[in-house]
C-alpha cells in the first residue's frame, strides 16, 4: 500500500500465491479492510496497517481471475471461471473472531476475465461468452440465452441493464429480467480484438482497443433506443 500524497510505502504483504485479481476495498460488518482473492485463499488485510484480518480457503475452487465484490455488509462474492464457479461467503465477526462460510454456490456462472454485474436481486456476467443470470438470494439459474463470446460488460446505474462490449468489437445494450434478457440494441463498434470495458458519460458510450476509440450516442428513434456513432 501506498501514501496516496507523496508516494512513499506503507506496508507490503508477502500474501500467499500469484494473481490476475487485484485487491480490494470492501466494508464487511463495519470494518474497511482490504480483500484479494490469492489463488484458492481469500485474504482481508487491515487498511491501515495490512495487518491480515482473516483468511480462507476456498476448497475446490479455481483460481479467480475478478476482484472480490461486497454484495452487502455481511456477503461476499468470488467468481472464478472454474472450480466451484461464482461462490457467495458469508462473513460474521465476534469481537475479534472473523468467521467465514460458503452461503450458496453458482457452478453455472463462470466468468473468466469478464466482470460480473450485480443488479437488485440479480447478478449477471458472462459465461464462455454467453449472457448468464443468477439470483444474488441463493445462486439460482435464472437463465442463460445471448452469446456474445468474449468481452466485458458493465451496469448502467439505476437501471436492471447493462452494456456489453465483446471481443470482436460489438457493442450491446440488454434489459435484464429475472425470466429472460431483452436485446435493445446490438452493433458493430470498433474493428479489431477489444479486451476493454466501455465507459459511459451520461448518453455517450466510449469504446476502445489497440486500433481505434469510438464514442456511440444512445438516441430515441421511434420509441427504441438505438447507438450512433
Known amino acids: 500500500a501506498y501514501n496516496k500524497v507523496d508516494g512513499e510505502i506503507v506496508w507490503t504483504s508477502n500474501g500467499t500465491g500469484e494473481t490476475y485479481s487485484s485487491p480490494q476495498v470492501v466494508t464487511l460488518q463495519g470494518v474497511r479492510q482490504v480483500v484479494s ?12 496497517s ?9 476448497k475446490g475452487a479455481g483460481h479467480s481471475m475478478l476482484q472480490p465484490m461486497a454484495l452487502d455488509a455481511e456477503r461476499l462474492l468470488v467468481a472464478s471461471g472454474d472450480g466451484d464457479g461464482t461462490v457467495c461467503y458469508r462473513v460474521t465477526k465476534s469481537d475479534d473472531q472473523w468467521k467465514i462460510e460458503p452461503e450458496w454456490s453458482a457452478p453455472r456462472l463462470r466468468p473468466d476475465f469478464n466482470e ?21 438470494k441463493d445462486g439460482k439459474l435464472l437463465w442463460k440465452k445471448l452469446r456474445f463470446g468474449g ?10 441493464r447493462v452494456i456489453v ?12 429480467d429475472a425470466h429472460e434478457p431483452k436485446l435493445i440494441v446490438e452493433q458493430q463498434a470498433i474493428e479489431g480484438k477489444t479486451w476493454n ?6 448518453n455517450r458510450i466510449y469504446c476502445r482497443n489497440a486500433e481505434e ?17
Open 197 to 202: 470495458h466501455a465507459v459511459v458519460v451520461a
Open 116 to 136: 460480473v454485474v450485480p443488479l437488485p436481486d440479480k447478478i449477471v456476467g458472462l459465461t464462455k461468452g454467453l449472457l448468464t443470470c443468477i439470483s444474488s
Open 213 to 229: 476509440i469510438a464514442c456511440w450516442k444512445i438516441i430515441e428513434s421511434a420509441n427504441k433506443q438505438v447507438a450512433a456513432k
Open 37 to 48: 482473492a490469492l489463488g484458492t485463499t481469500i485474504l482481508s488485510q487491515e487498511v491501515a
Open 50 to 58: 495490512g495487518r491480515e484480518l482473516w483468511s480462507y480457503v476456498r
Open 165 to 176: 462490449l465483446s471481443e470482436a468489437g460489438s457493442l450491446a445494450i440488454v434489459d435484464i
Open 151 to 160: 468481452g466485458q460488460l458493465i451496469g448502467i446505474e439505476n437501471q436492471s
